[in-house]
C-alpha cells in the first residue's frame, strides 16, 4: 500500500534536536490521517515556522507523540493493508521526523520501510514535468500529503522526457 505522507517540525541546526510538529498521510486508497504533537515545544520555531507553518496548527486535538505512533502503527497495519511504500516530497528530514515517532530507524514497525522514496527525485527523473500548484495550505502536513498524492497520480499520466 502507497502512502503518501508529509510532517512538520522545528529544525533550528545540528545543536538541537528536530521537533515533531505535526503529520498527514494519505493512502492509495483515500483514507487520510492527521495529527498534531502536543509535546512540540512550539516556543523553539523560528520566524520561518512561525510564519508558515504555525498557522496552520490547532484544526484537530493535540496527542501525545506515543498516541500519534499507535495510530499511525494502525493506520498502515501490514495484516490489514500490506507492506507501506512510503511517498514524500523532499523527504529527506520527514523519514528521520517518522522513524522517530517509533524512537531509532530500527525501531521501525517490522515490514516498515527504512526509507521514503521522494517525489521530487521522480520529478527530476522523468524530465521535470510541471506539477499541481500547491496553494494556500502549503506547509499543512494533511494538505501537503494530500497534493504529493495528486502529484504522484499526475505522474503516472505523464510521459517521460528523455534529456
Given at each position: 500500500m502507497k502512502y503518501f505522507y508529509d510532517t512538520e517540525f522545528i529544525e533550528n541546526g545540528p545543536s538541537e534536536p528536530i521537533y515533531f510538529m505535526s503529520i498527514g498521510i494519505v493512502s492509495e486508497d483515500g483514507?487520510?490521517?492527521?495529527?498534531?504533537?502536543?509535546?512540540?515545544?512550539?516556543?523553539?520555531?523560528?520566524?520561518?515556522?512561525?510564519?508558515?507553518?504555525?498557522?496552520h496548527l490547532g484544526s484537530v486535538t493535540k496527542q501525545n507523540r506515543y498516541d500519534i505512533k499507535r495510530d499511525v502503527e494502525d493506520f498502515m497495519d501490514i495484516q490489514k493493508?500490506?507492506?507501506?511504500?512510503?511517498?514524500?516530497?523532499?523527504?529527506d528530514y520527514d523519514h528521520v521526523v517518522f522513524s522517530q515517532l517509533f524512537g531509532r530507524m530500527v525501531d521501525l514497525p517490522v515490514g516498515f520501510p527504512m526509507y521514503t522514496n521522494d517525489l521530487k527525485q521522480l520529478v527530476k527523473s522523468m524530465g521535470n514535468p510541471r506539477l499541481p500548484?500547491?496553494?494556500?495550505?502549503e506547509h499543512h502536513a494533511l494538505k501537503d500529503?494530500?497534493?504529493?498524492?495528486?502529484?504522484?497520480?499526475r505522474l503516472q499520466t505523464v510521459t517521460v522526457v528523455s534529456p
Open positions: 483514507r487520510e490521517y492527521y495529527a498534531e504533537n502536543s509535546g512540540c515545544p512550539l516556543d523553539r520555531a523560528n520566524d520561518w515556522v512561525k510564519a508558515n507553518v504555525i498557522p493493508y500490506g507492506k507501506p511504500e512510503l511517498w514524500g516530497y523532499y523527504a500548484a500547491q496553494g494556500k495550505d500529503a494530500q497534493w504529493i498524492k495528486a502529484c504522484y497520480d
